[in-house]
């Protein structure tokens, strides 16, 4: 189960990030709030995705009835992720002058099904047993509908397949290469319109109930003096995670609000991201821990698990350690040595939580570097340290720093440590008056070499999709890359 998370967590923080070059902005507005798919999460990737590109501001309606020309007018291109009722003749003239204009128009997976005249589905395909009449220069301006019969429009199993590029000199495909993966549904049988570009295709497998043929992905479509791009991928929040999903639909985005493509084909890391290694193994742990890293123009993030991480040079590939691991050796002499070299070099090293009780008997990773351990068993006639889940936590910043920059009072539920061992020259930079903790949640360590933070907090998603939690190991984590003094 891990493994799978990290695979999907990959692809989330491989996602492109792209300089914006000055262009102006386009201006995006998306049509939302009623769909047979889940849009209360779909639209906010979409969004997201294209703000990371530093091209587009976006703004989102979820009542597109009653939108008019004239609040279209600010707007360069209208993204549809939506398939519900119609729109009110004053709404549809609206867009399709809009597009006819000049603007652009981009429809986005069940957008496809919408307005076609069959049935109207409700949120989570519930069925209502409504039609109303069908739109017919919307069908003309995506270039597509959904149609009943013998060969009814629909799609078989959600899977992988290559979506490959038929038309690799238009804007929108040039540079991409000849195919990229989608795990989708995979739509057959569209009634297509005259006039339609197809730019990708992929076949549809029997094997996965479809219909044995290259069936259309993307195309596009002129109208009047406007553009429009239509992608039928895009079933759920994973299937717009996949890097192709955000590279065509951006590009496409772009294409149609201007009939040219500035974006890279390719997914580039920012040049100023602090390159992160982040190492996991030893302890189950909430997937909600990676909220945390998703800002990818901050964070270039490679996921790995102890001993494995530690088992290459690591100062020219990384510049800043993250331990989430609990695991009592670095693997051996050499991990140990990488780790050494790291830190000695002055990289950076944030700690979290259970990584507290890592590697137990190396005095030097806890005495020097980490500032404090947690105690597995009495040693020294100190007895064992001691945990306690579920504690309602009331975190109190003591000290001015660049790590705590933005954090005030906390409040929330957390696991408790007690009964650790501490440097005395620790900088202690939060605390808690709990009395299952010993009160230092957050520190500096006296390590002179590097940069190291630990953060005692961090066990489960009550933590980890706390605001505050987040900014502190944002900062945290850019404060150890030297990018705050």
Known sequence: MLRMWLAVLALALAAPVYPQGGAPLVNVLIFSGRNNHDWQSTTPQLRQVLLDTGRFDVRVTEEPMGITSASLAPYDVIVLDYNGPRWGVETEKAVEAFVKGGKGLVAVHAASYAFSGLEILGDRHVRTGRKEPPWPEYIRMIGATWVEGPAKTGHGQLHSFKVRFKDAQHPVARGMGEWFWATDELYHNMKMEPGVRILAAAFD???MNGTGKEEPILWTVNHGAGRVFHTTLGHDLAAMQESGFILSFVRGVEWAATGNVTIPPKQEPSASAVRLLLVTG???????FYTAFQDRKRF???VDANPDAFGRELRDRFDVVVMYDMLQDFGGDKQRENIRAFLESGKGLVVVHHALASVNSWDWWHREVVGARYLLKPE???????????EELFIEPVAKHPVTDGISRMHFIDETYKGMWFSPGIKVL????NPTSDGPVAWISPYAKSRVAVIQLGHGPEAHLHAGFQRLLT???SWAAGKTD
């Open 475 to 477: 900062n945290a984590m």
């Open 282 to 288: 030893g302890h189950d742990h909430d997937v909600a």
């Open 205 to 207: 497998d029997p094997k």
């Open 380 to 390: 020294g006639g100190k007895p064992g340290s001691t945990y306690k889940h579920d």
């Open 300 to 302: 270039s993030v490679t």
């Open 430 to 433: 939060l605390k808690t008056d």
